[in-house]
């Protein structure tokens, strides 16, 4: 079975600084997929970016950067260049190769911009 | 484009009323489908999931049921609900593919009374 810890429940950041959201996971697949989504407070699950576990670097996407360390089993989420818009619930999850998607999300890490 | 749309927004229900939640994806064929259900403060735990027309697969032994009448439209119902369906569903999509994410509907927030 796959598991996803997020062991952060709420984080604070300043307005304009970088901060790390922590994930990692368990799997005994060999290929698999990490995902980070943003939910804002309206509720609607917005993807941010992607990791595959044969990708050999990692990933970005504008602000958005993902710290992949498989050894560790680790996927953080790096924001940089915090944005008040940026305050939210983030979740990683994790899916596996199979004639469909199963994902498994993680309980979230609760973020909050401070001006 | 794709898109997904899921109705209705907010629903409250009585203890033992029927249930009807409604997603329909538009833009894309053969979606992979999936119902979640998300307690407050919480994170979201799989309820159904499709591949096909009539093909549902349940993660959860629960009060709800599924359908996929049409190759883009999943359905989430019940019989009879208990307070323990509160909380707040979402309808997914996918690819087949790994690196391709989920997309979701807005959501609906049920309050069962």
């Known amino acids: 079975a796959q598991k996803i810890t997020q062991t952060q429940p709420g984080m604070f950041v300043q307005e304009k600084e970088a901060v790390t959201l922590d994930c990692t996971y368990d799997?005994?697949?060999?290929?698999?997929?990490l995902f980070w989504y943003k939910q804002p407070s309206s509720g609607e699950m917005i993807f941010l970016i992607y990791q595959g576990s044969y990708d050999q670097q990692n990933a970005t996407e504008g602000r958005y950067s993902l710290n992949f360390q498989k050894a560790r089993k680790s996927a953080n989420l790096v924001i940089s260049a915090s944005q008040l818009g940026d305050s939210a619930m983030y979740f990683c999850?994790?899916?596996?190769?199979?004639?469909?998607?199963?994902?498994?999300f993680g309980t979230g890490t609760k973020l909050q911009v401070i001006p | 484009s794709q898109t997904i749309h899921q109705w209705p927004a907010t629903l409250v229900q009585p203890v033992g009323s029927p249930l009807s939640l409604e997603c329909t994806v538009e833009?894309?064929?053969?979606?992979?489908l999936y119902w979640y259900r998300q307690a407050a403060g919480r994170g979201l735990q799989l309820l159904f999931y499709?591949?096909?027309?009539?093909?549902i697969s349940s993660e959860v032994p629960q009060n709800l049921s599924a359908s996929r009448p049409q190759d883009r439209q999943f359905i989430l119902s019940s019989k009879k609900l208990l307070l323990s369906d509160s909380g707040f569903y979402l309808c997914?999509?996918?690819?087949?593919?790994?690196?391709?994410?989920?997309?979701f509907g807005d959501g609906t927030r049920l309050s069962i009374l």
């Open positions: 999850a994790i899916t596996h190769s199979g004639g469909y998607q199963k994902v498994t």
């Open positions: 799997t005994s697949d060999p290929s698999y997929g």
């Open positions: 833009g894309t064929s053969n979606p992979n």
């Open positions: 997914a999509w996918s690819g087949t593919l790994l690196n391709q994410p989920q997309h």
């Open positions: 499709s591949v096909g027309i009539g093909q």
